[in-house]
């Protein structure tokens, strides 16, 4: 990487609102920013192409988000910066849930009262997908934490896509409380977090996303042993769920490691570029 890339940022073309029926067209070297709006919900996007066309297609989404008061949470794009590691295009999503007249951090693509986000989210990662021409064995849906999370149910709406992600909330409502109950009051109106999971079990467990729409995307799952949520609350909601898939074989790989420092942090930069380089290659050489 050249020291001016490591300086200046790429420009941005402003794309505005687009709607389903529209098309983006590959512009290599700039950031594309725009709003996808289908049905009831705006999903922010930001969408970067390499310089040649690679067949393939990251799809990143956001975990906790550190608000500012200078900051709209709508234009953060988690490991933007990123870009020229991966061997990829690159689609960025921000969760619709945080907006700037609210304070919330993670909000798992709940979405508020008649405008559940993580569907939209799903329709705008196949509607770039559909105009750059990349097929859904070729689009990777990654995630971190709750970004793991909407990246699980982004993959379960698009049959033959891949998956990776860290440390990913499984079960939402198993994390901690001070998120979570934050997330009942937005979005269900402050009803009990055990009615929430029994009304929307597809909300609020991937592995019962999965089972509602009968797929469940081939995925390497990385989570950290020495996290206790992500050890002892997260993965075994993931056990207790998956062998209701109607005997259906998993392609659902979970791979452990121990990092007592890390804890439920992400792996760092080199080892998560890695793993995704890693993944892609496998996808485009199938």
Not at 10 to 24: A, V
Not at 207 to 233: E, M, Q, V, W, Y
Not at 254 to 274: E, F, I, K, Q, W
Request: charged letters at 20%; aromatic letters at 8%.
């Amino acid at each position: 990487m050249s020291e001016a890339s490591m300086t200046e940022e790429p420009p941005f073309d402003q794309l505005g609102t687009l709607l389903p029926g529209d098309c983006i067209e590959r512009r290599p070297g700039t950031f594309q920013r725009f709003d996808f709006h289908v049905g009831t919900v705006t999903v922010p996007a930001l969408l970067w192409c390499r310089s040649e066309p690679t067949g393939r297609l990251l799809i990143a989404f956001n975990g906790a988000v550190r608000r500012t008061q200078e900051k709209d949470p709508q234009e953060i794009f988690q490991r933007r910066t990123w870009v020229d590691d991966i061997e990829a295009d690159i689609l960025f999503l921000s969760d619709p849930t945080l907006r700037s007249d609210n304070r919330i951090s993670i909000g798992w693509g709940q979405g508020t009262q008649g405008r559940y986000a993580n569907p939209a989210m799903a329709q705008t990662a196949r509607f770039a997908a559909e105009c750059l021409d990349i097929p859904a064995g070729a689009r990777l849906y990654f995630g971190t934490s709750a970004g793991g999370f909407q990246a699980l149910q982004a993959a379960a709406r698009d049959e033959g896509s891949r998956a990776l992600v860290n440390n990913p909330q499984i079960d939402w409502t198993k994390y901690m409380p001070t998120f979570v109950n934050t997330i009942a009051g937005y979005s269900y109106e402050d009803q009990p977090t055990k009615d929430i999971a029994i009304d929307h079990p597809d909300r609020t467990s991937v592995a019962h996303a999965f089972a509602a729409f009968g797929h469940i995307p081939r995925t390497r799952c990385l989570i950290n042993a020495a996290s206790k949520n992500d050890s002892l609350a997260q993965l075994p909601a993931l056990v207790a769920a998956l062998p209701a898939q109607a005997g259906e074989r998993s392609c659902f790989d979970v791979s452990l490691y121990s990092d007592v420092r890390g804890g439920h942090n992400p792996l760092p930069r080199p080892a998560t570029t890695t793993a995704i380089n890693s993944i892609l290659r496998e996808a485009i050489n199938e």
